[in-house]
């Protein structure tokens, strides 16, 4: 039995929302670093709930996404095929959170498409 289904039991998940790094090679314009660049971004869950709203008469939905909570400029200096270089900056994601967000009807996340096929 798969237990990765239990995505939206009220109570049982616990938001896990958090910085991860991933070495690439950053190409802008046909001008590449000469390195690899550790670039961060935000992955994780957070919470979410559709729960049914007597006075609304209909179901309320609370979503939360995983998202940038602090984040500084960095630089990298690339390498352009005519032997120039390029000073290029890009944001780097140094702390995440869970924020609210409106849940739109029909929007599906990633890992619900997984779980689909």
């Given at each position: 039995m798969v237990y990765d289904e239990l995505w939206c039991v009220p109570g049982r998940l616990q938001s896990?929302?958090?910085?991860?790094?991933?070495?690439?090679i950053v190409e802008v314009n046909h001008c590449v670093s000469a390195a690899p660049v550790n670039v961060?971004?935000?992955?994780?869950?957070?919470?979410?709930?559709?729960?049914?709203?007597?006075?609304?008469?209909?179901?309320?939905?609370?979503?939360?996404?995983?998202?940038?909570?602090t984040t500084s400029m960095k630089q990298v200096e690339l390498t352009c095929a005519d032997g120039s270089t390029l000073q290029h900056s890009y944001s780097q994601v140094e702390s995440c959170r869970c924020r609210m967000e409106t849940c739109s009807a029909g929007a599906t996340t990633r890992a619900q498409h997984r779980r689909r096929r």
């Open positions: 896990v929302c958090q910085v991860e790094s991933q070495q690439i961060t971004s935000c992955v994780g869950h957070c919470r979410s709930s559709s729960m049914y709203s007597a006075a609304a008469n209909s179901m309320m939905h609370q979503c939360e996404c995983c998202h940038e909570a």
